[in-house]
């Protein structure tokens, strides 16, 4: 059997095999944030010509499924057919929009007073040839001259050693070596013959518990060359890290789970290295970073002790593993640099995002706090830093929530409603886009603005009577924000439930980190906020809900995605790297699930804004009105 | 088709192959100096029903012929066979004579001061379980407590993160570890659960040019557990370095003369493992010493520029490797030790030789000469170490030489010829073992006593009418040694042209050398000789060839196969470990085969005793009589 594109391009496809896979099996790639299991809705295709099983409808309206959309996951072709591919499905990389984003990572890299200095270094030899008067080995030749050229300490890896002569001789006794420092020693990772400066690339990779992020960067000028980004395939198997921990665990598929997240990797590895045309060997390394679990799931550690009392992973600091090792498609030998965790519920996402937004040099006292599928708060300056994790869930990288979805094109980002007509007015992501989903910060602006006008009440209640666009749904009241060529997009009341549950949990967390180590909001100079918000987050609105603590605006700093910022600086500079490495023995974790205090701030947030209206003045004043 | 033993052993056999490699397949092995190629005569056979295709006779006697001898490489069934195996063409270990030597072995390790501290050390752990106060990682935790013992520096692989937490919880935190020390840190090679202490074992390896010798030992006490030897099947590509590294070169097979080496060490291994039932996860070191070349096809590194000028290794000192990196079937995490290598032919085999003979530690000026294929002499004290080589070929070790073998069971070692009534008085070795060939010692001894007799002359040329043991054979005069049952061991003119040209290489190098150095034979009081010879080697019928100097008696001290004593001694002791990379550090080559001084000796030296007959003034006094 085949299925035919509208582009004319042709696919075979196995009886029993979604169309999903197939298209994965050939090279296309379609958008998921459920892995396949039928339930987000986003990888719907149109069926033109030719019989298919459609086994789920979930997430099409009516309107879709007349006109011929299916779920390309769901969808097993029973003869040829022929299917459209909706843009919004397909999973893209970001091309040429990442110019201003490359250019703010060269800004911050300079402002840190780092010089470009890779992870991994290219040193080229110009060796001079054996004579009988100057009969050293190969090896010993390789060694002095760089011993001569000031290096300290060479590690060899013995598979090094079967080629070494060939590759020595091959162009003159000129090479180039790789070099990685990892325990106190230059290693080499690859040798090459001849002068082969150029070209060098690094990898960065971001693997959240929702969403995944890969970074080609050009090595020799810092440059972003391109974005990558899809859902964690993982989330079939839950959305939490807990739910994965259990799955590994108990049905013993932590080799599934591993599987699936290098493969997500690989596949946008691989998208980027087409589209730019750039040859495997050009890549040198890949820095990954993830909270404790992802770190423990991409590297293949068992991480079932993280989930129990008292909460143990199998490490922090992580010994250098390979690209072989790991199943990463580049060359085998590239190493793979995991970024240092703190505990089990702090990971190299945190540290990682503290060396990007400069926290450990600063001599005020600053907070971060990264709203990814769980929320970490850490405090402190350039003396000290503590760090704690506050559970907020999903929903702000769009998972949990009906028509959430992740800061791409597409996304609603800003929703406002007017105070008297309550009509909408809605901010996409992308040029001339047709919205497809609501991502955090329209999320966020969407609670604010129904909470002002009063469509929702303080508990996050759908009133009924208040605007036109509360109706019935089939799991119960539900506010619609998009309705628009057969497209109808919906906030649920257990949509409502759940954002609000999540912003209870970062202020708790604020709170109580706070609180343990005897300070107030008010000793905080600066809150640096990362997550998945996209360019976008309106604070007032944040500080509105109850999510952020109201401090003057000027406080706050909105930075993005932090984690793979972070890795992008380490890629590039191995003074950063090496400030990574102080920050994650720096920093002390307080575990906050133990705390009782947690549990009542938590239970305290629960409200729009907050139990104690007099926490968030300007609120209370609004509300007056 | 099936191959039936007398013991009622059945092995199935494909068509078109011969019996030896059916044999092997099935796990018995037989012995063959010429590695299948049908030369050596040594895997012979008696067909005792069913027909079989027989390609080649060389070496067998028409009695042998007419009884059903044929040789097992070179005959290939045609239907089922019975055949009989006869013991001196088993390939045996030496299993209980090993304990006298064993004592010996200990002994010496004593006498250099070093106590049992093996190459790879076991670490048993009892680690506190974590509580939520002392919750850091299982790494973490690992270090700490290797830290509070006293270890500076700790390399954990990332191959062993994968598992470190199921195994640390195990057996209720206990673990033990299996570590060597490398490049300046300890390494993790095992984590197993719970206490593992015993039993522990080593590998010894000697890779000879032609001899491969395999030592067991148990690290624990030291004792020699068995030895099991073999002709280097690399023979078949090549009796001597040269050919061997061409073949490697021009015919692009480094990988099946690798596969070769490590297939005989391999069977060896497997041979005494069963003999003494050992677990091969009780194996936790292998150490190899063997001449550069060997080192190098060993390890699978590319010999080509060894062979010419300025010849060069691509090591001479080795990272460590693993064992399932090189096919050694230990468990693949195993660390390989390379004796480390002078230059390209003076190698680990000569810097174990020095650490055997402890040579480095001699206060008054020594030398140390290792009479493999190629013979290698090693001169100085504990203040310099100048080395050198002198290619004397393989004749020593039994090959090239028609009736040579090794010396093992069946090997005259000893020659006596009567001196009025010429009769033969021969001495074997093994216990009621008729013989079956001619080592070193027995072509020194023999040589010696025909030229004293007169069988021979000056040239090494055998006089017709002297002795009715002369006769023609089919390459021209030979002198039968011994003759019964069926058996006929003769050396023939050609063998003696070689065993003159060994020992007049042998003397060249010695005295080039000297004289390189500015010193006399008179300047030394101590010449260490090593070799293949066995047990036995009579230094005053050395003396009378010409091979060693005219130095009183007292001087010389036999010590047999040194390399894989140095091999023992480094398996044992970290100390002696140390003492061999300090050797191979001091050591200075001196490459002769540039010196016109080292070919005017040798060819002084073609005669018996030497051209300069005043050298050997007993020998001289002798002839005179």
Redesign the interface.
Known sequence: MEITLTSGKRIEIKPGTSILESLKNAGIYLTSSCGGKGTCGKCKIIIKSGQAVSKSKIKLSHEEVDKGYTLACRTFPSEDVLIDIPKESMLVVEGKVVTGKSKDLQTLLNSTGAKIDPLTERIVLQLPP???D???????RLRRELFSKGMG?L?????F??????TM?KENWEITLCTIHT???EEIIRITPGKKKTPQYGVAVDIGTTTIVVFLIDLINGELVDIASTYNSQIRFGDDVITRIVHATEHNKLKELNDVVVTDINVLLSIIRKNHRINIDSIDCVVITGNTTMTHLF????P??IRE??????????????AG?LGVKVNPNIPVYAFPCI??YVGGDIVSGVLATQLHKKQELCMFIDIGTNGEIVLGNAEWLVAAACSAGPCFEGSGIKHGMRATDGAIEGVKIHPETLKLELKIIGDNVKPTGICGSGMIDAIAEMFLTGIIDQKGKLQKDVSSNVRKGEGGLEFVVYSGDGMELVLAESDIENIIRAKAAIYAGFSTLLKEVGYTFDDIQKIYIAGGFGKFLDIEKAIMIGMLPELPKEKFEYKGNTSVTGAYLCLLSRKLRAEAEEIAKKMTYI?LS?SHSFMNEYVSGLFIPHTNIDAFPSVKKLMEK
Do not use: Q, W
């Open positions: 054996p004579t009988l100057d009969n050293i080995s190969d090896l010993e300490c590690r060899v890896p013995f598979r050693m079967p080629d070494l002569a060939k001789r325990e106190d020693c590297l293949g550690l068992d079932s002790a009392e008292p909460y143990i992973p199998t490490a922090n600091a992580f010994p250098l593993s390979y090792e505990a089990s575990e133990v």
